[in-house]
């Protein structure tokens, strides 16, 4: 008969899981969100006490700790203030290879994450203008906004 011996080691394999959740996406990221999907209007929070205008919006001031109650439409347009390409494959990634920039809307001190979009990575500039493309059927996520791409120059 034969028998069998336990190991004198364990081998592992690591690996990855993908597990589905929700999460609350609170009052404030809320009425964000909601602005987007219904009016296609981005604002942001301003602080009473140091009038910072947080855009994505806060609650409470990351800098002074007061509460954030006053809510201003900002942008659409805005300033690319920083951007990189993914190059790796992402679960989180709406696109492959995504170009991701920070954006400071105007008439926001603080700069929100989002893609680029229309616009090789080559000719991307900090300082360069952008403005939003919404999706057509937003369903009140960051998403609602499609990209940022290159805002047409007035030279007129
Ligand atoms: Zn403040």
Do not use: H, L
């Given at each position: 008969m034969n028998s069998i011996e336990a190991p004198e080691t364990l081998l592992w394999r690591?690996?990855?899981?993908?597990?589905?959740?929700?999460?609350?996406?609170?009052?404030?990221?809320?009425?964000?969100?909601?602005?987007?999907?219904?009016?296609?209007?981005?604002?942001?929070?301003?602080c009473p006490s140091c009038d910072k205008v947080y855009c994505p919006p806060k609650k409470t001031c990351g800098d002074c700790f007061s509460n954030c109650g006053e809510w201003l439409e900002v942008g659409p347009d805005g300033e690319i203030t920083g951007f990189t390409q993914a190059l790796y494959e992402g679960g989180a990634h709406p696109v492959k290879n995504p170009v991701g920039g920070l954006i400071l809307l105007r008439g926001a001190s603080t700069a929100m994450l989002h893609l680029i979009g229309q616009c090789p990575l080559e000719e991307l500039k900090i300082g360069m203008k952008v403005t939003p493309v919404f999706k057509e059927n937003r369903q009140g996520n960051i998403l609602d906004i499609l990209h940022f791409i290159p805002a047409k120059q007035n030279h007129g």
């Open positions: 690591e690996s990855r899981i993908k597990i589905p959740y929700a999460w609350a996406a609170g009052e404030t990221a809320s009425r964000f969100f909601i602005e987007i999907r219904d009016r296609k209007k981005i604002f942001g929070t301003k």
